[in-house]
């Protein structure tokens, strides 16, 4: 069908409120261009776009029919009475896209276990693993606009899905219509009797739960923590603030820190779920605003840091005082090189760090954490970017025994330790960032200045990101024309350096500066990365599901005004050869 087509078959078949939107855009020829010509894609993160009706948005008739592919996927492997985990952060229409998915999988016989009220991220993969489900779903959109909702999909051992398992549920995807698919009776089942209804049916196969999966949750992080002595010196005088960002983490984040006796000050207008997130411009936490009200609490209460997760609980911004006495927002690099350095350290400290211990970051995370591995005798991993890949490696070391994972993080602010989860969680990364400070309080000095002794130690490494978006439908297609361009230009000079080699990962080569040519050793994917030497390297990515692309730039320098200098001139360079 014609998006004209499209279009009219939903006037003809969607509920009232559908109806209404749809007939609201009549005339508009753009508008149902956008929204019916392309479906929405559903890729190993999931789908994730706008709330509207339509085949290109988030609406739950795109809801269904994904879950109705998923339904055969896990029929065809024989799983139904393992069942389907389902969670849902405090997004718009999250509780009716859980719904949704719910009954949908109970139409097709396959058990559910629903969760009575928002969860975070990590408490979906941990209820996977722990419940021996076949899959996981979580409605959210983690930390894009509040126009926005998405379908994250989670395999058996609780990481996303694997590219391999996600081309087969889209093969049964791309087999259903939009409309007339089944949905469980759930009688006069509502919303309140989801809501604190742990434990309760409310149709043949949805079960809700909650609170002891939370506990069983609690019990497996609180493990986690290496520090109690400075913690009981510290905690309760601690000054921390913490902003849950309308978010699904208020009550986790502040049940570990309660239950570990570390003061919190809560945003207290940023405290209660809010789908519209109306306190700041996106919710993001590598965005500056998104802390902007927590570090205004924190001068008012003399504090010493400030947290603050996506409202899917995922990943974690924090802001620290400078030897000024200033907060500075801390990137998603230097946040998880103090964090490896803490968990490596206590570790030593402690007399337990395993003789295989390991390390995984993506490879456009920095550098750094190599080093920072690597001086305490710990082998580091590079994986492709997305956490499901560090996840793998999770999986692969539990059935070899070769590597025991200690910490895994990328650069856009996920970190995991323990193994719990599979993938990224901000609820153990606040509990140990709070403890790490706890820790460093307690032998007398700052974090700012134990950040400041891993950049003289082991110099001052400075990395960026830039995206850049292509509207429209012919957004896709543009950037991969400039990703075609960027493939067949081979850049002589960076930053006045030759680079080392070039890696084009779609096709798994690397090629050096002398022609030799060697495997990449990485799955394929649409990257394509160059070494500059001296740790130094730029990344092209585009993403896979939405028209950005990525230019990723990381720079090293002897002090941190010179890194971030060479950066922004290194930034500026490669922008333009790629994007002219």
Known sequence: MNCVDNYRRWLDNCDENGKAELQSIAGDDKEIRER????????????????????????????ARATAGLADYVNACGAAQRGVVISYDTRNYSFEFAMTTARVLGAQGVNVWLFENVRPVPVCSFAVRELGAIAGVMITASHNPKEYNGYKVYGEDGAQMSPEATA???????????????????????????????????????TVIGKDIDERYYAAISKLSLSPDAVAAEGAGMKLVYSPLHGSGYIPVTTMLSRMGIHVDIVEEQRLPDGNFPTVGMPNPEQPDALALGIKLADKVNADAVIGPAPDCDRMGVAIRDDEGKFVLLTGNQTGALLMDYILRRHTERGDLPANGAVVKTIVTTRLADKIAASYGVKSFDVLTGFKFIGEKIKEWESSGEYTFLFGYEESYGYLSGTHARDKDAVVA??????????????????????????????????????????????????????????????????????????????????FADGTTAPSGLPETNVIKYDLGDDEWVCIRPSGTEPKLKLYVSVNADSAAAAKERNAAVTAQLKKIVLG
């Open 430 to 511: 606040a509990m140990l960032f709070a403890e790490m400070v706890c820790y460093y309080q307690y032998k007398g000095t700052r974090l700012f200045d134990v950040l400041t002794e891993i950049f003289e130690k082991f110099g001052y490494f400075c990395e960026s990101s830039t995206s850049f978006a292509f509207k429209g439908l012919d957004g896709m297609s543009e950037m991969s024309a400039i990703m075609d361009r960027a493939r067949a230009e081979h850049i002589e000079s960076l930053g006045g350096k030759k680079p080392v080699s070039r890696t084009d990962f779609k096709s798994g080569v690397t090629t």
């Open 168 to 206: 087969e549920v889209v093969a049964y995807i791309d087999k259903k219509d939009y409309f007339g698919i089944p949905l469980e009776d759930i009688g006069s089942a509502t919303r309140d009797d989801v809501v604190g209804g742990n434990g309760k049916r409310i149709s043949d196969h949805i």
């Open 36 to 63: 019916f010509t392309v479906p929405l894609a559903f890729g190993t993160a999931g789908m994730r776009g706008t709330i509207a009706y339509g085949i290109a948005n988030m609406n739950v008739y795109t809801v």
